[in-house]
């Protein structure tokens, strides 16, 4: 506090209630800072008011969370960014993704044919083990025998 302020510290406790009110209508989880920060900002000013004190107390802390709701919204952007870019595969992950999946894709293609139709089937197309097996005239268990043999092959 400044040693010329011309407020008076018990004038502005005295409203020490009304202001925790009015604070956490405006920044809810934040109030109570505000509120502290309007009373550091008031107690500052080499001024006294002129008029209604309640006004003046209220146009300190709308101006105070105003400056505060624009920070925060800046960090949200700072820090959506940031985050999106670590979400973000390089062009290098990118790369060895598209190969990984061209070298199971190679597999696919080497194993016979009714190993290779049902793999396609599940993985590519999505078809349940059932969807395959009617598909394929088969039973679901052979469905997944089959479908487990070509696993082995792919794995070997």
């Known amino acids: 506090m400044h040693e010329s302020s011309s407020i008076d510290p018990d004038l502005v406790l005295s409203h020490t209630e ?7 209508s405006l920044a809810s989880e ?11 900002a ?13 006004a003046w107390l209220r ?19 700072v820090e959506s960014r940031a985050a999106h870019n670590e979400l973000t595969p390089s062009t290098h992950d990118m790369v060895n993704r598209a190969e990984i999946q061209q070298r199971v894709l190679d597999e696919v293609m080497r194993l016979p ?19 395959l097996s009617r598909r394929m005239a088969v039973p679901s268990s052979t469905g997944r025998t089959r479908l487990a043999r070509a696993l082995d092959r792919l794995r070997a």
């Open 18 to 24: 009304w202001l925790l009110g009015l604070t956490r």
């Open 30 to 40: 934040d109030g109570e800072d505000l509120a502290q920060a309007t009373w550091l």
């Open 42 to 54: 008031a107690l500052s000013t080499r001024t006294e008011p002129q008029g209604n004190f309640r």
């Open 59 to 77: 146009s300190i802390a709308g101006n105070l969370a105003g400056r505060q709701g624009k920070r925060a919204a800046q960090r949200a952007r």
């Open 113 to 131: 044919q009714v190993y290779r139709d049902t793999v396609l089937m599940r993985y590519f197309e999505g078809s349940s083990i059932e969807e």
